[in-house]
Structures are given as structure tokens and as C-alpha cells.
């Protein structure tokens, strides 16, 4: 089954938001750790952020409690 992805949703067109401006952002996850990055590419089920040392870092949506502009 292949999911549509919903580019009319407000949290979608944030992320891309995000990544056209290359922000820093730091990406929470309901496990508590905390991610800091750029996020780089974004699909129906992922983000994938870009840390500082140039690390990518796949995550699943579903695993995000909260994304904001790092400050």
C-alpha cells in the first residue's frame, strides 16, 4: 500500500518550511532523547535531520514528540 504524500497539510509544509530555510531545529522523540540538526529531506513516513558532524539521521514521524526552531 503506498501512502499519498499530503502536501496540503500544515505540518507537512512546516517541515518543508524548515528545510528550504536550512534551520537548526531540535527534534524531540517520545523516547525523550533530544536530536539537533537540519532536517534535510522529509517523505510520507520520515525525516531525516543532518547534525553538525554531517551524520544523517533517519527518523520515523510516528517517533517525533516535537519539532522547533533551535534558538
Known sequence: MIT???TSLPS???IQNLI???AT???KLLTGDTLTGKVIWQDA???CL???N???TT???QAIAYIKPKQ
Open 45 to 47: 513516513q520520515c525525516v
Open 59 to 61: 527518523v520515523w514521524k
Open 20 to 22: 528550504q530555510q536550512a
Open 50 to 52: 543532518i547534525d553538525e
Open 25 to 27: 531545529i531540535q527534534l
Open 12 to 14: 507537512v509544509r512546516q
Open 4 to 6: 499519498e504524500f499530503d
Open 54 to 56: 554531517s551524520e544523517q
